[in-house]
């Protein structure tokens, strides 16, 4: 008996949705509504889509410069290599490169200009100097000239420092000494020394804004870590289970080190893209909200209008439940069409961004890292649009549908 009601609630809401009205701003409104969540969704589709592309464009660089796994101590700044399970973890199958690194933040000098920078420092036939080396995009990469050690500096540092790579100047380093300083000296409180800029690189990362690759062993001798190290990077076969993984190399290191993936890394970036991608879906969805809120209006003048026809079937029998189930699903009618027409319009227009480039950045002019805006559809979005749709086409149809309760008794005597 009750899918036997609910076929002809549905049945009554359909007639409903189709037939002409008398009152023709009913079917105003009701278009109105329609097309708001309509637009409202595909809204929702489009900007989440985008937020996707961005950060899969973004993931994608840091992807091909961090390496697949970075390890430093849980505590403290350098340890030394001797004590380190380097050798153990060569053997990790699908462990194809692991690399010593010794970095801080260094005072760099070039002329009259000055910056902080972060120093890298790394074996010079290691994984890590050849990825840098692979984005070079002006000079070459090696690692000494004669006996002077040589750097490769992101294109925005070498920007800052205006670093001419075709003249003989040199980048001067400073680095606090690690021994007891005197105060009355502050020029001995640092330990200096000089590299020669021969390669700018450029990963469109923020890389690019502070780092210098240079050999290891001058690394050492300014920091004074001779035989330790601050960090190691893990690099793996394509394909590698990234957790099965991590968690082998946790298990070789031991608790006194942290291992963090290549997402890890970069971990405070890719919170920050979630939560911006969180505020905007609340904000859209707050308003697609709000637009559904004129389904309210366009029930409620059409209970006004069907009154007559309310008391009909009540007098035939018709249960109060009934009578409001048939509003209750013209209203969700209405807001699931618009919605479904909504998901159809952002699914079509990402489409078209993605096959036909249609809306560039800055204008297409080639200044840009990225030359369009990406958009990568994900199924899980729709199906939280979906899910977003149908929570509020319950709250908005249910209301009427509520109220429509008090007034079916006093309807059925007309």
């Known amino acids: 008996m009750k899918t036997a009601n609910q076929r002809t609630a549905f049945f009554i809401a359909k007639r409903y949705i189709v037939s002409r009205k008398k009152h023709n701003i009913i079917n105003v409104i009701s278009i109105v509504s329609m097309v708001g969540i309509m637009v409202c969704t595909a809204a929702l589709v489009i900007v989440m889509s985008v937020f996707n592309g961005l950060e899969e464009t973004i993931s994608g660089w840091f992807n091909d410069n961090n390496p ?8 403290g700044k350098s ?3 001797a004590d380190f399970p380097m050798e153990k973890l060569r053997k990790i ?20 200009r000055q910056e902080l920078l972060q120093l890298i420092g790394v074996d010079t036939s290691s994984r890590t100097m050849r990825v840098y080396a692979d984005v070079l995009i002006d000079g070459e990469a090696r690692p000494y000239y004669g006996e ?23 980048l001067k380093v400073y680095y606090p000494k690690r021994t007891k300083k005197n105060l009355a000296d502050p020029a001995s409180a640092f330990n200096t020394d000089f590299l020669y800029p021969t390669g700018v690189f450029a990963s469109n990362t923020d890389h ?20 330790q190290a601050t960090s190691v990077a893990v690099y793996t076969t394509p394909g590698a289970d990234v957790k099965a993984m991590q968690k082998k190399i946790e298990e070789t290191v031991g608790t006194a080190f942290v291992v963090k993936n290549k997402r890890q890394q970069e971990e405070t970036l890719f919170k920050t893209m979630q939560s911006e991608k969180l505020v905007t879906y609340t904000i859209l969805a ?31 029998g018709a249960s109060p439940s009934l009578i409001q189930r048939i509003f209750l699903y013209e209203g969700m009618a209405v807001s699931l069409i618009g919605g479904l027409l909504g998901i159809l319009l952002g699914v079509f227009i990402c489409w078209l961004q993605q096959t036909f480039h249609l809306i560039k950045l800055g204008g297409g002019d080639g200044y840009y890292a990225i030359p369009y805006y990406p958009v990568q559809m994900h199924f899980t979005d729709l199906l939280l649009i979906l899910l977003t749709i149908l929570v509020i086409n319950i709250i908005t149809s249910i209301l009427p549908a509520l109220m429509l309760k008090k007034s079916i008794t006093k309807t059925s005597q007309i």
């Open 68 to 75: 697949d796994y970075m390890i430093t101590l849980r505590e």
């Open 79 to 81: 340890f030394e290599t």
């Open 93 to 112: 199958p699908q462990v194809t490169d692991v690399d010593e690194m010794v970095s801080d933040l260094a005072l760099v000098t070039y002329q009259d």
């Open 148 to 170: 002077q050690p040589c750097a490769n500096i992101g294109t925005v540092a070498a920007g800052k420092l205006l670093v001419n790579l075709h003249s003989y100047d040199l």
């Open 208 to 227: 690019d804004q502070n780092y210098i690759i240079c050999p290891i062993l001058f690394a050492r001798d300014l920091m004074q870590y001779q035989g």
């Open 286 to 316: 707050f308003i697609l909200f709000v637009a559904a809120f004129n389904i309210i209006g366009a029930i409620g003048m059409l209970v006004l209008e069907k009154q007559r026809d309310n008391a009909i079937l009540y007098s035939l």
